[in-house]
């Protein structure tokens, strides 16, 4: 799926057009999928100037790599501004129907929703966001849109923080060197070393809880989700109104089931693929 919302809005992307020594990188694919990722639920419509600025792509480059989507039918244009139009979803459901732990987990997320009467997601790490691979939403409690595809910052998120928790600390360190901790709210840790103790707070309890660090008035909780060798791949939360559901209330009454549903995940990926 592409990124339907990403509070921090439009970062600079992997560079399409960066010098590669590898003679098997294809630049024009790069920069077709760098135009791609350029939409937004914030952005849905877009000039070829908007797709130039926001990858870094020469207009030209920019504007043929448009006129090849729409060519295909996964972009729409009305001369000067472009969509994308719902082909693309197909690149997204390619992903879904051939990857075991989305399949696995969605319905693990479904139970547990329907047991706590809150928005269930799952997630896993790409790049430095946290990206959405399955979802059960009992209501909307974000000002953001949340569905499969859908991208927020790993360190002011629970999924993110158990992730980032389970990175090894040359890799960890290299993210928290090069990703800029900015506020979302006056709760955000934005500093380094209090992120880093958390994150070793987390390492010890064994789950995230943040409390409206994202966004105020939403409290989520999460616990990763383990290979048989304890390697974490994937982490699950639940989400809460800050208003109805107290911190404490929500590792007494969320986190037993979250744990019980990372089990479950646990012994069907092992079934499933021997991890």
């Known amino acids: 799926m592409v990124d339907t919302a990403h509070p921090q809005g439009q970062d600079r992307q992997a560079g399409p057009d960066e010098d590669t020594a590898d003679p098997n990188f294809m630049t024009s694919l790069a920069r077709g ?84 009467q809150e928005s269930c997601s799952a997630a896993v790490l790409d790049e430095d966001d946290v ?49 800029p901790l900015k506020p979302f709210t006056e709760r955000t840790i934005t500093a380094t070393d209090a992120l880093k103790r958390e994150l070793e707070r987390v390492r010890e309890r064994g789950f995230s809880l943040v409390d409206q660090e994202l966004e105020l008035g939403l409290r989520s909780i999460a616990v990763p989700i383990r290979t048989a060798s304890g390697g974490v791949v994937a982490s699950v939360n639940v989400s809460a109104q ?7 209330e929500m590792e007494t009454q969320f986190l037993p089931r979250l744990h019980r549903a990372a089990e479950e995940a646990r012994v069907l990926l092992v079934r499933s693929r021997g991890i």
């Open 33 to 116: 999928l760098s135009v791609i990722r350029a939409f937004t639920e914030r952005d849905p419509t877009l000039t070829i100037a908007d797709i130039a600025k926001i990858t870094g792509l020469p207009r030209a480059a920019a504007r043929r790599c448009l006129l090849t989507l729409t060519q295909l039918g996964y972009a729409g244009t009305d001369g000067r501004i472009f969509y994308l139009k719902p082909k693309i979803l197909a690149l997204g459901y390619s992903f879904l129907s051939s990857a075991p732990l989305a399949t696995i987990l969605d319905p693990l997320i479904e139970q547990v929703s329907a047991a706590v």
């Open 242 to 248: 800050a208003a109805r559901v107290t911190c404490p």
């Open 131 to 179: 990206v959405y691979i399955a979802r059960a939403a009992t209501k909307r409690i974000m000002s953001v849109g949340l569905n499969v595809g859908s991208r927020l910052p790993a360190y002011c998120t629970s999924m993110g923080r158990v992730l980032l928790a389970a990175m090894p600390e040359a890799e960890l360190n290299a993210y928290l060197a090069r990703v």
